[in-house]
């Protein structure tokens, strides 16, 4: 005759709840020392049940969300990086720029955590079961190239507009063709007051007319970006290079672009009229 442990085995097991399964046996075995009465026993095999469910879905969004790596804002040293205020980092983690549809763009030299804020960003919208989607802008502008070549461009772009969170990194490292300039405008276009971009760049506003190949382009896409937007400025060293100051200086521009004020709206370039 099956004995009630195994009878709970099979019905968590048919209700696929591996995760209470697993934590079954011990918490019988702690009811049985006395240690767990009817209602915490309950309550402890329905937590199991719960956070492998959580888990498993936040690994699933992860993958989806294509993220190089994982890295949050614990990590973050913000002594090392003295111009990245700790109050609008944490506010911005709260994700109601989420909510408002806000975009949020960090700008700085290479090395100073414009990545790593911007992934911890995304990681967080994960956590909290939001869609979130990371790319190099030249990893999005050859997934869009292929599309159109393809003739599934609309579908793509539909694919890309739909999740509330997307990462675009790198703005400014390497050089963009005309049609690339043009389709990434497309996308923004379309994520414009629908959902939230945060996107990262070496490169200050003044110099995304270069970048994208195009001013005119460059200041309607910035137009519609700052519109909505939290803009953090990092100016400091590079943390790949914190044992090494002396060539970090010596790298280090003598005379760092100068990007607008955080979180006021900055002039875009001006525009050329057509
Ligand atoms: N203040 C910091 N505290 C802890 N780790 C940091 C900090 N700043 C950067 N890092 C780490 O240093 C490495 C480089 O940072 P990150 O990739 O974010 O730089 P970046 O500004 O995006 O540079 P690039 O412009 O070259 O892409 C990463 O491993 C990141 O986690
Ligand atoms: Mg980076």
Known sequence: MSTLRDRLRAQLAECKMPGALEAVDDILRRIDAGELSAGPAM?????SHIALRNQRRLQTAMRCARLPSVKTLDDFDFTFQPSVKRDQLESLHTLQFL????????LGPPGVGKTHLAISLAVHAAERGRRVYYATLADLITWLEDAQQAGHLTRRLRTLVSPSLMVVDEIGYLPISRTGAQLFF???SRRYEHASTVLTSNKSFEEWGDVFGDEVMA?????RLVHHC???????NSYRM??????????APAT???????TSR??????QEA
């Open 230 to 236: 939290h803009i953090v400025n990092i100016r400091g």
């Open 256 to 262: 760092p672009p100068a990007p607008p004020e955080s």
């Open 242 to 251: 914190r044992e090494h100051r002396a060539l970090a200086s010596r790298l």
């Open 219 to 223: 200041a309607a896409l910035i137009d």
């Open 186 to 188: 497309q996308l923004m």
């Open 266 to 271: 900055p002039r875009p370039p001006r525009r």
């Open 43 to 47: 309550e402890a095999l329905l937590g």
């Open 99 to 106: 909510e408002r549809k806000e975009n949020v763009v960090f």
